[in-house]
């Protein structure tokens, strides 16, 4: 097929589900460009896709987590005459950490990758997508948006930001032709969890942990068909129910449980 002149934006892109949907792109002819800290992983993601699927590849390293990390990125892409049509904010992290013993640089890392960026980055090419009335963007969620619990105070409520920024998003630019959705993936086979391999293991045959590859392709393909929101995995919709519906009584005497400390 041949490749189409405007690119794809990856943020965490060199590795992991982030990889998984530049390749998604790539298959779509789309070139990509990934944005992500991590050097060697983008010079070897790039390399890889621009073989494999024989479009356009670059990279830009730089840490996503700076207050002026969307303006870096959008600049580049402006210097470089790179028209994005495909947004997707997919760099995070992640960490259990009662907040008062999270460092403070940690609790500002997730918080700038997580919304401040994200946010900013809609911002800069949701508007240049308004302006041409062509665009896609996908925000990168979690079935934890749906889990306000003990030691992902930071986390889980940054990823609830995304679902609902997304949401307005989507309706602020529907009638510009822009589609916006967020994808809500459960746990996914990646090192995000830091689990050892007998773990994943185990839990991909559960059905409870999925591929990057699944996820990458659902959510594509639903940003594509100009959904909302897609949950990949029925057991994830299985999980939200039940969250809703857990006893803030039993929440508590499970983090008492983990903890064992007299002041929880």
């Given at each position: ?61 730089t ?26 904010n ?90 916006v ?19 994943r ?7 409870i ?53 007299n002041?929880?």
């Open positions: 097929m041949e490749q189409k002149q405007s690119w794809a934006l990856v943020t965490g892109g060199s590795s992991g589900i982030g990889y998984e949907y530049a390749c998604q792109l790539a298959l779509r002819s789309y070139p990509v460009f990934i944005v992500s800290n991590q050097e060697p992983e983008c010079i070897q993601a790039a390399n890889h896709i621009n073989r494999q699927y024989g479009v356009a590849a670059r990279y830009l390293v840490d996503l987590s700076l207050s002026n990390a969307a303006e870096e990125v959008y600049n580049f892409c402006r210097q470089n005459n790179m028209e994005i049509e495909v947004l997707v997919n760099a995070g992290m992640f960490f259990w950490s009662l907040l008062h013993e999270a460092s403070p640089e940690k609790i500002l890392t997730i918080t700038q990758l997580h919304v401040t960026t994200p946010t900013m980055l809609c911002r800069l090419f949701g508007n240049e997508m308004r302006k041409k009335q062509k665009g896609y963007i996908l925000n990168v969620a979690s079935i934890a948006a749906w889990m306000s619990f003990p030691t992902l105070a930071t986390y889980a409520n940054s990823k609830m930001y995304i679902k609902n920024f997304t949401l307005s998003l989507h309706y602020e630019l529907k009638d510009y032709n822009v589609k959705c967020y994808i809500a993936p459960g746990a996914v086979d990646t090192s995000l969890y830091q689990l050892s391999p007998k773990m293991n185990i839990l991909r045959k559960l059905h942990m999925l591929s990057p590859q699944e996820v990458a392709r659902k959510g594509i393909n639903a940003l594509m068909k100009g959904k909302k929101r897609v949950i990949p995995g029925c057991i994830n919709y299985l999980f939200i129910g039940l969250v809703k519906i857990c006893p803030l009584g039993l929440i508590n005497i499970a983090k008492r449980l983990i903890y064992k400390k002041d929880l």
